[in-house]
């Protein structure tokens, strides 16, 4: 069974630019959150998605995005970079019977982005 | 909204000796609560959860906490650390009975020293 994974595993960008990052779920896993940890810090949630649908979004602006595809992988996509952005970015996955249930996330080893 | 406080950002013990990490919660509904551990240049895995039932939940590797309702405290101990217990510890804390997006606390890092 493969764990979930993320790519790349470093990134650095300039303020202003887009970034794509990339997660492929746990092998059965439908649901995918992803999450902001900025150095010193916990985990902030940023989005989930269930099924390829937006499940709930957490305190961040617009310009992140996602997209979670029919076999379960994802993307977060961030526009107009700020040097705030720059943290390890998280990706979890779980199996989820429904929308509002209690599942197991499962994180991969995440991707460092910085920003200069 | 839930939030979390962890209130020691480190704590260095000596091998073998017991450890509490301390992790206070606020809420205003039902909650269940986690403790993740990161160990370097690594991803987060669940260590213990309090979904329901007993106060009192354990882990495989020696790691126990109490769900104290009436001091909203879910606080994290180990009678005896190892080496290799040295990692960033974080309590998180979700409302019951909704989707599961948690909320973190900022971390404690347990140093083991020999």
């Known amino acids: 069974e493969t764990g979930v994974t993320q790519s790349p595993t470093h990134l650095i960008k300039t303020r202003g630019q887009q970034v794509t990052l990339r997660c492929s779920s746990q092998?059965?896993?439908?649901?995918v959150s992803w999450y902001q940890q900025a150095l010193g810090q916990g985990p902030q949630f940023i989005f989930q998605?269930?099924?390829?649908?937006?499940?709930g979004r957490g305190n961040f602006p617009p310009r992140f995005s996602g997209l979670q595809f029919p076999n379960y992988s994802s993307e977060l996509n961030v526009n107009a970079l700020e040097l705030d952005d720059s943290a390890l970015y998280l990706c979890?996955?779980?199996?989820?019977?429904?929308?509002?249930?209690?599942?197991?996330?499962?994180f991969g080893p995440g991707t460092r982005l910085t920003v200069l | 909204a839930q939030s979390v406080t962890q209130l020691d950002s480190q704590v260095p013990v000596f091998e073998e000796a017991p450890v509490e990490l301390r992790c206070n919660y606020s809420?205003?509904?039902?909650?269940?609560l986690f403790w993740y551990v990161q160990y370097p240049n690594q991803g987060l895995q669940l260590l213990l959860k309090?979904?329901?039932?007993?106060?009192l939940v354990e882990s495989i590797n020696g790691f126990e906490a109490e769900f104290n309702k009436s001091q909203t405290s879910f606080h994290l101990r180990k009678p005896s650390v190892h080496i290799s217990d040295t990692a960033e510890y974080f309590c998180?804390?979700?409302?019951?009975?909704?989707?599961?997006?948690?909320?973190f606390g900022r971390g404690t890092s347990l140093i083991v020293h020999p």
């Open positions: 979890a996955s779980s199996l989820a019977s429904g929308r509002n249930t209690y599942n197991e996330q499962f």
């Open positions: 092998s059965g896993h439908n649901t």
């Open positions: 998605y269930y099924r390829e649908e937006e499940n």
């Open positions: 809420s205003s509904v039902s909650v269940y």
């Open positions: 309090y979904l329901s039932g007993s106060t």
């Open positions: 998180a804390v979700s409302a019951s009975g909704g989707s599961y997006i948690p909320t």
